[in-house]
């Protein structure tokens, strides 16, 4: 059974950056796609960005293009998802997930950790 801990979420202040790392137990996560999403309070859940088993593909939602990376390290069974120019509006939980597809739905996921991002 996978199990996937996220970690490296805080209080940012706007413009700043932040990385999340998911790291993997329990089996390989060099079999799935990862995606990354996030809930605010009051909102649906959304898909973040997401990446495919190889490393190869990656797509993010239009309102993080440009500011956020995702990227992965097989060997450490961890996926990254590095935040930079962080705004008020991108505080949310977030929480990786793992599937065979990017979509709206996964088949494991995280706890979830806090971003904040706050004056």
């Known amino acids: ?19 999340l790392s998911c790291t993997a137990s329990g089996s390989t996560l060099k079999i799935y796609n990862i995606g990354w999403f996030r809930q605010a309070p009051g909102k649906e859940r ?13 797509k993010y939602a239009d309102s993080v293009k440009d500011r956020f990376t995702i990227s992965r390290d097989n060997a450490k069974n961890t996926v990254y998802l590095q935040m930079s120019s962080l705004k008020p509006e ?9 599937d065979y597809l990017c979509g709206d739905y996964a088949l494991y996921w995280g706890q979830g950790i806090q ?5």
């Open 46 to 58: 959304e898909g973040v960005s997401c990446i495919s088993a190889s490393g190869g593909l990656t």
């Open 1 to 19: 059974q996978l199990q996937l801990v996220e970690s490296g979420g805080g209080l940012v202040q706007p413009g700043g950056s932040l990385r």
């Open 115 to 119: 971003v904040t991002v706050s004056s």
């Open 90 to 98: 991108d505080t949310a939980v977030y929480y990786c997930a793992a």
